[in-house]
């Protein structure tokens, strides 16, 4: 069954940076773009981009533009987020999310905290 | 971005009537050259990730209770819960996939009157 796992919970100050892993399981890693999903706490949810894990290959939302970097590593299926240049509004849950034109799968979610 | 906006914000329905939620995106999602909407709804309960229901506008996933009934086309979709039970309290948000970004409703939140 396929299964995305994510890296655990993390506290970072301004401006510093933040890298989250998505380890998929239960299908052929690079058969299907990863994209990556935020939600502020109480707050609706906002996408900020993908990578192909076939090519490396990116789009990042404008938004993120310039502080987003997504990476993989088809060695062991895993995809990961980096946020740099972190502001308290950055606290928020973050999801990878498989994509078939639509997300049929979710990790658990990966709550990163910005505070001084 | 393609704005998407839902009605209503909130809602509450007794159990085992009906729930009606719309979605309106500022552009169509509809794709003619394979007669698909690129088009969602998803259910989140809390401390929970996103559950998809409904794809292509109208297609429940599997395992989704037959309940849930998506409809619509081009820019006004409907998800509407029939029969509401405990278990459906939750947000309900939609989202189109036609475009990049992708971009998601507010969510709607659906008590039990």
């Known amino acids: 069954q396929v299964q995305l796992v994510q890296s655990g919970a993390e506290v970072k100050k301004p401006g510093a940076s933040v890298k989250v892993s998505c380890k998929a399981s239960g299908y052929t890693f690079s058969d299907y773009y990863m994209h990556w999903v935020r939600q502020a706490p109480g707050q609706g949810l906002e996408c900020m981009g993908w990578i192909n894990p076939k090519s490396g290959g990116t789009n990042y939302a404008q938004k993120f533009q310039g502080r987003v970097t997504m990476t993989r590593d088809t060695s062991i299926s895993t995809v990961y987020m980096e946020l740099s240049r972190l502001r308290s509004d950055d606290t928020a849950v973050y999801y990878c999310?498989?994509?078939?034109?639509?997300?049929?799968?979710w990790g658990q979610g990966t709550l990163v905290t910005v505070s001084s | 971005d393609i704005v998407m906006t839902q009605s209503p914000d909130s809602l509450a329905v007794s159990l085992g009537e009906r729930a009606t939620i719309n979605c309106k995106s500022s552009?169509?999602?509809?794709?003619?050259?394979?007669?698909?909407?690129?088009f969602a709804w998803f259910q989140q309960k809390p401390g929970q990730p996103p559950r998809l229901l409904i794809y292509?506008?109208?297609t429940r996933e599997s395992g989704v209770p037959d309940r849930f009934s998506g409809s619509g086309s081009g820019t006004d979709f409907t998800l509407t819960i029939s029969n509401m039970q405990a278990e459906d309290v939750a947000v309900y948000y939609c989202q189109q996939y036609y475009y990049t970004p992708r971009t998601f409703g507010q969510g709607t939140k659906v008590e039990i009157k």
């Open positions: 552009q169509s999602v509809f794709y003619s050259s394979n007669n698909k909407n690129y």
């Open positions: 999310a498989r994509e078939n034109d639509y997300y049929a799968f």
């Open positions: 292509w506008a109208s």
